[in-house]
């Protein structure tokens, strides 16, 4: 707390810093808030702010409010004059994790702020303001409008609270209830206790929903394996908030199509992602006969399709210390996956090669038998002729050769270099620094190509 008690100038405790709000902003916000919530949105437009309300900048710079009734002394919104530094402590406080966040109460804003740039992607925030002047008030201040439309930010109208969030995630089966609370400080016991109840009740009355609807998802799946035929209808699923597995996912569904196979990607990229009841009701709207899971466990996928599905991993990080044995197989995206799979004892005919990346003796050799009833999907190599990117000269192209040989062992590592470094390591293998900005700044280039 002394840093934080540094940055704020404590001798204008009782003086105020007009600021000027940015019309667009609130437009933004409203506009975004029409998309997920017309009523409230509605609601908010129509709220006059109380003319004693005064936008400032607060002692730490944060955007804020000074409440001015005549007659009374004058007080700040939410009771503090520094609203970034007590959101700070806030945070410091609140254990980040993957359950959604709750906001008994919307204060400044701070605290929402603070949370949104913490918690990951694919969590959501659920605030339960009382007051909608507060709620017109911060819309005016910070930009909401991403988070809004993306569902990390859920603003609950306060006259239909449980009403409001049961429909919502009855229409949202892959946003999860509202979780962790975060207890903003003054805030009076009695309503945290209100929103824990409430919380909890939304909780029980949601997973009784979504078990119902499970049950459903299986037998959609077992109707839909029974009537597939050829060709394969293959699904593919990364549930991980991890953009290199999504992107993963989303190339080899690529391939799949380009050979007359049926074919659906499924990721985890926000909140409306992060119940897998969203993912197998989606899985169940395809009717795949085979699944490739992408760094996700097959603990989480339906039961209909276990048989059916192959895990991915792409990095030997992401294997975990018992990979499920109730699959059809495990797929290695590299030689470093490869062993790890094997040194965690799982079965040899259970783990597949399937080298994102390989020389060219393995694009040559011939496929093992136990290869001889499935497909394998090969994406092709960059040509690798210097020539062919502008490396012409004699000396380039032996820091070229000393690329091309470091790129082929951090594969087979499972190590990622950043060019900068790889560049420097190349260069000295080759016994040739390049220190020329212009040269530096052409291989560079290449090797993020």
């Not at 016991?189 to 049950?215: F, I, K």
Request: proline content about 7%.
């Amino acid at each position: 707390m002394a840093r934080a008690a540094e940055s704020v100038d404590l001798s204008g405790v009782d003086t105020q810093r007009a600021a000027q709000l940015d019309a667009a902003i609130y437009a933004g916000n409203i506009d975004a808030l029409r998309g997920v919530n017309p009523e409230l949105a509605a609601l908010i437009e129509s709220t006059e702010l109380p003319t004693e309300w005064h936008a400032v900048h607060g002692l730490d710079g944060a955007l804020t409010y000074r409440l001015e009734a005549p007659g009374e002394p004058p007080e700040w919104l939410a009771a503090t004059a520094a609203p970034r530094v007590r959101a700070e402590a806030l945070a410091a406080t609140y254990e980040l994790g993957t359950m959604n966040a709750t906001l008994p109460a919307l204060g400044n804003g701070a605290e929402l702020l603070l949370l949104l740039e913490r918690l990951p992607r694919h969590v959501a925030v659920f605030v339960f303001e009382p007051n909608v002047c507060v709620l017109a008030a911060v819309l005016r201040c910070h930009d909401l409008s991403a988070a809004l439309r993306q569902s990390r930010c859920v603003l609950v109208p306060p006259d239909s609270e449980q009403e409001y969030v049961l429909d919502l995630l009855e229409h949202t089966p892959g946003l999860l209830p509202p979780g962790n609370i975060a207890r903003l400080h003054d805030l009076p016991p009695e309503r945290v206790l209100h929103v824990r109840d409430l919380c909890q009740s939304l909780v029980a009355a949601n997973n009784q929903s979504r078990m119902t609807r499970q049950v459903e998802v299986e037998r959609r799946l077992v109707s839909g394996i029974a009537a597939c035929g050829t060709p394969v209808r293959l699904a593919l699923m990364a549930l991980a908030s991890d953009a290199r597995g999504h992107r993963l996912a989303a190339s080899l569904c690529r391939a799949a199509e380009s050979i007359g196979w049926p074919a659906m990607v499924t990721v985890t990229s926000t909140p409306r992602d992060a119940n897998t009841l969203a993912h197998n009701e989606r899985l169940a709207d395809f009717g795949p006969s085979a699944l490739i899971c992408v760094g996700a466990s097959v603990r989480r996928m339906p039961e209909a399709l276990r048989q059916r599905t192959w895990e991915l991993y792409s990095r030997a990080a992401e294997v975990p210390s018992a990979p499920d044995g109730d699959v059809a197989g495990h797929l290695a995206a590299t030689p470093a996956v490869t062993d790890a799979l094997h040194r965690c004892g799982v079965a040899g005919e259970l783990v597949h090669r399937f080298h994102c990346a390989c020389d060219e003796d393995a694009r040559t050799a011939e496929l093992p038998e136990a290869f001889a009833d499935q497909v394998v999907l090969v994406g092709d190599l960059p040509n690798d002729d210097p020539e062919v990117w502008g490396v012409v000269q004699p000396t380039h192209k032996l820091l070229w050769q000393a690329l091309r040989r470091l790129a082929r062992e951090s594969w087979e590592r499972d190590v990622s270099l950043r060019p900068g470094t790889l560049l420097d390591r190349a260069g000295r293998i080759a016994n040739m620094p390049v220190s020329e900005a212009s040269v530096r700044d052409q291989f560079v280039r290449l090797i993020e190509r």
